[in-house]
C-alpha cells in the first residue's frame, strides 16, 4: 500500500545537538511538507517543497532545515537553534496542483532530555 | 488572508448523539474545503472533502455540505460512536498555492 512514513515514532535530543526526522513516501507526490503540532493546538507550517532541489520556508521555519535531494523522501533537522524543539512533527504529502488533499505520516513525537 | 475558524472543543456527547462541529472560512478565489480526524497519538486522515459550492462531501456517516453563502463547511453525524472520540481539523487550500489552511480543531469526547 502507499503512503507516508515517519521515523522515528520517538525521538530524544539533548541540549545543543542537531536531530533528523525522516519522511518517506511513495504516493508519487511532487509536494511534500512538515508541521509542527503543540498540545491542544492546531498545525503551524515549518517547510514546504513542491519539487526535488526546492523548498521554501513556512510560518516557523527558524530553528529547522530541511533538504529534498529525492523525490520520496523529505527529511527535516531540527537545530540547536530552536530553544523549544518539544513538539509532535508531522510530515504530508500531495500532488502538485491546487485544491489537493494531503497525506500524512502518523507522526515523530520530539522530547528534550 | 484565508483564514478558517472552527467551534472551541470540547465537544461532550453521549453514543448515539447527533454532532454538528462548526466551520467557517474566509477566502479568495474558490478554494476546496476538507475535514481531517486525528486519533490519539496518530496523524491526520483525510475525512472528507468538498471542491465547489453545494458539494456534499461524505464518509462513514459523516457529512458536510459546502456553503459559498454563508462561508460554512459544518461538519454533521446522525449518531456517534465511541470510536468517533478525535480531534477534528477543517482545512481549506489556498487557491494560489499548494497550501492548506487549518483550523486549530475541535476535540470530540464520546461516552457510553
Known amino acids: 500500500d502507499g503512503g507516508i512514513t515517519q521515523s522515528p515514532k520517538y525521538l530524544f535530543r539533548k541540549e545543543g545537538q542537531n536531530v533528523t526526522l525522516s519522511c518517506e513516501q511513495n504516493?508519487?507526490?511532487?509536494?511534500m511538507y512538515w508541521y509542527r503540532q503543540d498540545p491542544g493546538q492546531g498545525l503551524r507550517l515549518i517547510y514546504y517543497?513542491?519539487?526535488?532541489?526546492?523548498?521554501q520556508k513556512g510560518d516557523i521555519a527558524e530553528g529547522y532545515s530541511v533538504s529534498r535531494e529525492k523525490k520520496e523522501s523529505f527529511p527535516l533537522t531540527v537545530t540547536s537553534a530552536q530553544k523549544n524543539p518539544t513538539a509532535f512533527y508531522l510530515c504530508?504529502?500531495?500532488?502538485?496542483?491546487?485544491?489537493?488533499?494531503?497525506?500524512f505520516g502518523d507522526g515523530t513525537r520530539l522530547s528534550i532530555l | 488572508g484565508n483564514s478558517v475558524t472552527q467551534m472551541e472543543g470540547p465537544v461532550t456527547l453521549s453514543e448515539e448523539a447527533f454532532l454538528t462541529i462548526n466551520c467557517t472560512y474566509t477566502?479568495?478565489?474558490?478554494?476546496?474545503l476538507f475535514w481531517y480526524v486525528q486519533y490519539p497519538g496518530e496523524g491526520l486522515q483525510l475525512l472528507l472533502k468538498?471542491?465547489?459550492?453545494?458539494d456534499k462531501g461524505s464518509n462513514k456517516g459523516f457529512e458536510a455540505t459546502y456553503r459559498k453563502e454563508t462561508t460554512s463547511f459544518h461538519l454533521e453525524k446522525g449518531s456517534v460512536q465511541v470510536s468517533d472520540s478525535a480531534v477534528y481539523f477543517c482545512?481549506?487550500?489556498?487557491?494560489?498555492?499548494?497550501?492548506?489552511?487549518f483550523g486549530t480543531g475541535t476535540r470530540l469526547q464520546v461516552f457510553p
Open positions: 504516493l508519487n507526490h511532487d509536494a
Open positions: 517543497s513542491q519539487i526535488v532541489n526546492d523548498f
Open positions: 504530508a504529502s500531495s500532488r502538485r496542483q491546487v485544491n489537493q488533499p494531503q497525506h
Open positions: 482545512a481549506l487550500s489556498d487557491y494560489n498555492t499548494d497550501k492548506l489552511i
Open positions: 468538498a471542491t465547489k459550492a453545494d
Open positions: 477566502a479568495t478565489g474558490y478554494p476546496s
